[in-house]
């Protein structure tokens, strides 16, 4: 995804340096999937122009609202089936918050032993991980211009076709 940060002079933070006051979107990527940790989450929100409710994101962008549905949250998840592994709150509190995470790993490990499973057979991810809607990705996503070479949205090379 590639998206411009709109700043206006007249609008200044703490630090005297213009804020953003928007996003124009340039294209979505190759894939329709983005990842953001909850840091990310936080300043884009702050920034005014994404909106996070739990189970979608929305980017209200000066060009266009992108509408991205939750896939995956941070946490434990099996990796052979994609399970999400349930560990207690003080456990994904240390995941989230320190370098190393020795609580969340042994409850990851107590489940897959549980359940059976070897006790790698788990991946942890801080991120979370949203898909844009495909109508949306489609119309927005990364391709090359033939003529400039440069990356740009797939719409601008159809509607320069009509």
């Known amino acids: 995804m590639k998206l411009k940060r709109l700043y206006s002079p007249s609008v200044v933070g703490q630090d005297s340096q213009p804020m953003v006051t928007g996003v124009k979107v340039i ?35 000066e060009n266009a609202t992108l509408v991205y549905d939750v ?13 999400r592994i349930p560990v207690s709150e003080l456990a994904m509190q240390q995941f989230m918050t320190e370098r190393e995470a020795p609580l969340a790993a ?39 211009d033939p003529l400039s070479g440069n990356d740009v949205a797939a719409h601008t090379l159809n509607s320069a076709e009509a």
């Open 71 to 83: 896939v995956t949250q941070p946490g434990y998840f099996v990796r052979s089936t994609g399970e």
């Open 106 to 144: 042994a409850e990851a490990r107590a489940f897959l032993a549980g359940k059976g499973l070897a006790a790698n057979d788990y991946d942890a991810t801080r991120a979370y991980t949203f898909r844009l809607r495909s109508d949306l990705h489609e119309h927005w996503r990364k391709v090359v």
């Open 27 to 61: 294209h979505t990527g190759l894939e329709a999937e983005q990842r953001w940790d909850r840091g990310q989450l936080m300043q884009f929100a702050s920034e005014g122009w994404l909106k996070f409710d739990g189970s979608q994101v929305t980017i209200a962008a």
